[in-house]
């Protein structure tokens, strides 16, 4: 009877050692404590449960043995049942959904009811993400990447690629980055441009090396995957026009501060240090994975492989046909007044009409849908995040913490706070939406160096994307395919930001003395 129980008991242990479950008590622990701490003046309870949640979400994507989408289905019901979003009335009033159907003094000293169903507004709130513009942005650029791979347009590129750069892993990495540097100018959308031109082919490029997308992990399609998505990043900071939440920061920049800051001053400030950053992200990024490649078999493989190719098919041309009308909507955005979602959304209603897709595999298409589901998801989490105080809690937060520092110091722990704060964040608009405005406004008052701190802020509303694999559209594609594990893309992206870091507080100090900029 001993040895049985004896038995039964060390059965028990290695299936509570097995058990997905219980590699997520460290995320259900950190959610329910923070839910649970004493509520800071400025934040409510509804505030802390929303926030106890997301940093469970993030422990989790460390920890836990389930899926992204799992993960964040979980937390959608948990704040849906908790009423834990911020709810319209009827009359439109914003409020916390736990008061929905409570009563209220108005004017005049009549009593009122919130208008709302608690647990359906909550809900309704909880989907919202759903109908996101750069949820579906990234979901048709994964199709557009179907096409290009279907067709095989995507592979004759990138053979041509490697052909012209591909005589070692580095010149590989310096033909994704020479790619977005020269598209970064005309395409005001970091995720349209890298997700639907540079990433399938940086997708074609990686199969012709003979990698496995089902494989799983790969260095090869990790450093393509990881250089891809930094450049895209890295470029999207070097122009106004890279990326579809810099003319704010500029604008504020100029409210503000009452500073000019457009094209040219954006240009000079940030040319030299994410020039230098995008010199040595491939390296960097080398050492970290190490990929290794017979480049003598490569080449013999490419040839091998343009010559079945054979000659450009009709599918092809009108891929190719389709692809230049987006990059021709998407340059001329300010003149033709088409939203770049609207254009790629058109793109794939076009590929389907042209049988270059067909609608099964648009259904079959299961990284779009899972990413598209995970993404809408972590844009409801940012933006409750937001409605609900907890982003204007850290900033004012901050600028009392900073009280008495020097201005330099304040400039630079400032920018630091705010580079860091992208963990927050699922979009790099949300987050220049939510944080450039009081992050100025907290300089201002601390007496930063203006064109200093628009000069940062502006480099890290970008660079700061490379934190994470959920940080914007562009880098949640390449992060999807698989090559580098969550919780590793989270090391990789830390790694790289902290070499960001150091090239811009170097080089960048000094470049920025030069210019008399403080």
Request: overall charge positive; some cysteine.
């Amino acid at each position: 009877m001993r040895i049985r129980v004896l038995g039964s008991w060390k059965g028990y242990v290695e299936w509570i050692k097995s058990s997905r479950l219980v590699s997520a008590l460290p995320a259900l622990m950190l959610a329910f404590g923070i839910a649970h701490m004493p509520v800071p003046a400025d934040l409510t309870s509804t505030s802390m449960r929303l926030l106890g949640v997301f940093a469970g979400v993030i422990m989790g994507l460390l920890t836990a043995d389930y899926n992204m989408s799992v993960i964040l289905a979980v937390a959608l019901l948990v704040l849906t049942l908790t009423k834990s979003f911020m709810c319209t009335t009827a009359n439109g009033h914003l409020i916390e959904c736990d008061k929905c159907k409570t009563t209220y003094l108005g004017e005049g000293g009549h009593w009122h009811e919130y208008k709302c169903d608690p647990i359906g507004s909550s809900f309704d709130v909880a989907i919202s993400g759903f109908s996101n513009k750069v949820a579906w942005l990234v979901f048709c650029a994964f199709h557009i990447g179907k096409a290009v791979d279907k067709t095989g347009f995507g592979k004759r590129v990138s053979l041509a690629l490697v052909k012209a750069m591909g005589r070692s892993a580095l010149g590989l990495g310096y033909a994704v980055c020479l790619a977005e540097l020269v598209l970064a100018p005309f395409i005001p959308s970091n995720t349209a441009r890298g997700g639907g031109i540079v990433y399938p082919i940086v997708e074609s490029v990686i199969a012709s090396l003979g990698i496995d997308p089902q494989a799983g992990e790969s260095a090869v399609g990790g450093f393509m995957s990881l250089v891809g998505s930094s450049a895209n990043l890295i470029s999207s900071s070097l122009f106004v026009t890279g990326m579809a939440g810099n003319p704010l920061v500029a604008s504020k920049a100029a409210s503000i501060f009452g500073i000019e800051f457009g094209f040219t001053q954006w240009l000079l400030g940030a040319s030299v240090p994410a020039l230098l950053a995008m010199f040595m992200l491939p390296p960097i990024t080398h050492i970290l994975l190490r990929p290794k490649l017979d480049f003598r078999q490569l080449t013999h493989s490419v040839q091998q492989q343009s010559n079945s190719l054979g000659s450009i098919s009709r599918e092809e041309y009108r891929l190719c046909g389709t692809l230049l009308t987006c990059l021709t909507l998407w340059v001329g955005t300010s003149y033709f007044n088409i939203d770049a979602t609207v254009v790629a959304y058109m793109a794939i209603v076009i590929l389907i009409l042209l049988n270059v897709l067909s609608w099964d595999e648009v259904v079959k298409n299961h990284k779009a849908w899972d990413t598209f589901f995970w993404l809408a998801s972590f844009i409801v989490l940012a933006e409750q995040l937001t409605a609900l105080g907890v982003t204007d809690w850290i900033g004012n937060s901050l600028s009392r913490s900073l009280h008495g520092a020097s201005p330099l110091l304040s400039t630079v722990s400032l920018s630091l706070v705010y580079f860091f704060s992208m963990y927050l964040f699922s979009s790099i608009s949300s987050h220049v939406v939510a944080f450039v405005g009081p992050f100025f406004t907290a300089g201002r008052v601390l007496g930063c160096p203006p064109m200093l701190l628009a000069i940062l802020i502006a480099l890290f509303s970008s660079m700061a994307g490379i934190l994470t694999p959920f940080s914007t559209g562009s880098v949640a594609i390449y992060a999807s395919q698989g090559y580098v594990s969550q919780p590793k893309w989270f090391f990789y992206g830390l790694v790289l930001s902290l070499s960001l870091l150091v090239i811009t507080f170097t080089v960048g100090l000094i470049w920025w003395k030069i210019l008399g900029w403080y």
